[in-house]
């Protein structure tokens, strides 16, 4: 079974920095796109900066300058480096991923989700 494990959230003061981690665990062929998602309170759950398995990457408007994808694709994980964060950053950060597993087939897999939270 397929799992994604999230670590590196937490509180930060406003112009701080945090980095995200996400492993990806299990039986898995190959890994394809990766990203990360967050979810604001009362607000829907939007792409923050994608990566894909060649490593070309894509980036929200509203991080763009501030935040870093990478992705480590012999130890199957994918990082968020956030730097310069802002209040409106504060949100549960999801990262997600394209996997092809023999149990499964070719799936769109999600973390549980780590919080942030920028605050003075």
């Known amino acids: 079974q397929v799992q994604l494990v999230e670590s590196g959230g937490g509180l930060v003061q406003p112009g701080g920095s945090l980095r995200l981690s996400c492993a990806a665990s299990?039986?898995?062929?190959?890994?394809?796109?990766m990203g990360w998602y967050r979810q604001a309170p009362g607000k829907q759950r939007e792409l923050v900066a994608g990566?894909?398995?060649?490593?070309?990457?894509n980036y929200a408007d509203s991080v763009k300058g501030r935040f870093t994808i990478s992705r480590d694709n012999v130890k199957n994980t994918v990082y968020l480096q956030m730097n310069s964060l802002k209040p409106e950053d504060t949100a549960v950060y999801y990262c997600?991923?394209?996997?092809?597993?023999?149990?499964?087939?070719?799936?769109?897999?999600w973390g549980q989700g780590t919080q942030v939270t920028v605050s003075s």
């Open positions: 997600n991923a394209d996997i092809l597993s023999p149990r499964d087939g070719l799936g769109s897999h």
């Open positions: 299990g039986s898995i062929f190959s890994i394809y796109a």
């Open positions: 990566i894909t398995s060649g490593g070309s990457t």
